[in-house]
């Protein structure tokens, strides 16, 4: 049992990138926002977005990049990773993201196709009906 479980529901800050190890194993990256709100002690609504870098393997990732597009409303499924680096100039880089297990297409989506859902389900990826958001709801 893993106890290294990341849940988030945001939109994509741009389209998925994909690219292929040299063994012809897809892997896709994109930032995905989420928000937070609160009432502030003066009474005004305050808001904070933050931004995650997420990481898709394999058939899901080639899923993502066909299907997710900048500004498309996901779940993710995951586990938080942390990699560190030495880069060209000797400097230690660190980055933290999340490896994404699952994830599920919210919003309004063309996914009525029998076979285009079993296809989904045969990687991993959950298509929800559609939920009405507003302007408000969207991080940019």
Not at 27 to 55: C, M, P, Y
Request: glycine letters at 8%; charged letters at 30%; aromatic letters at 8%.
């Amino acid at each position: 049992m893993s106890y290294n479980k990341a849940i988030l529901v945001g939109r994509l800050g741009k389209d998925p990138e994909v690219k292929f190890t040299s063994s012809g194993k897809a892997v896709a990256n994109f930032s995905l926002a989420t928000d937070e709100s609160w009432k502030g002690q003066d009474g005004e609504r305050k808001k904070k977005t933050s931004w995650h870098r997420i990481v898709v393997w394999s058939k899901q990732a080639e899923i993502a990049q066909q299907y997710l597009k900048k500004g498309s409303l996901v779940l993710v499924e995951g586990k938080i990773d942390y990699r560190e680096w030495t880069d060209r100039e000797g400097k230690r880089q660190v980055s933290t993201e999340i490896v994404c297990e699952n994830f599920r297409m919210l919003g309004k989506q063309e996914t009525s196709a029998p076979s285009l859902r079993e296809e989904f389900a045969n990687a991993g990826v959950q298509v929800a009906a559609a939920t009405p958001i507003s302007d408000e709801d969207i991080p940019f």
